[in-house]
Each structure stands twice: as C-alpha cells, then as structure tokens.
C-alpha cells in the first residue's frame, strides 16, 4: 500500500466530514448518520492499513476524531466537554 493512497483516503473521508458536520448542523441527522457510516468504512479500511503502516494509523485516528467531533456538532456541552472543535481542525483562519 502507497501512503500516497492512504493520504488521498484521508482527504476523501475529511470531506465526508464536512458534509457530516454540515448535515448535523442543519439538523438532519439520519442523513448524517448514513454519511457517517461512509467514513466509517474509509476509516476502517486506513486502521486495518495501520496495523502495519504508522501514517495510516494515525490518519485513521484523527479522522475518526473529526467525525465524532461533526456528529456531535449540534450538542455544545458534549463538544466542549469531550471533543475538539471541528472548524479548529477544518479551518484553523477564519474564513
């Protein structure tokens, strides 16, 4: 497996992300729930990958990280209590 390939999952899952977090926010969360489950497997795929390749267990950790923190992007006290804050990972500047 080339890291270039991991690297490219990554970007696909933060996209899933993104719409994840935008879903949640709006306030429709079986959709994003669906799109979760689409990470999930691009996430499972870069762990599985981990077990032998350090840049894909990592990866597979901040991802996961970032879709739990855009699932619970619309509960302010479990986000401020257990999760990062997903647009300081996304966009760390102001847009």
């Given at each position: 497996m080339d890291a270039?390939?991991?690297?490219?999952?990554?970007?696909?899952?933060?996209?899933?992300?993104?719409?994840?977090?935008?879903?949640?926010?709006?306030?429709?969360?079986?959709?994003?729930?669906?799109?979760?489950?689409?990470a999930d497997t691009i996430i499972g795929e870069m762990a599985r990958i981990g077990q032998t390749m350090y840049l894909a267990r990592t990866q597979a950790k901040a991802v996961e990280e970032l879709k739990l923190a855009a699932l619970n992007?619309?509960?302010?006290?479990?986000?401020n209590a257990a999760f990062p804050q997903l647009e300081t990972f996304m966009f760390p500047q102001a847009m």
């Open positions: 270039f390939v991991v690297l490219v999952w990554s970007l696909i899952a933060k996209v899933f992300i993104k719409e994840i977090h935008r879903l949640t926010m709006s306030g429709d969360r079986e959709t994003a729930h669906s799109v979760s489950l689409e992007a619309a509960d302010k006290d479990i986000v």
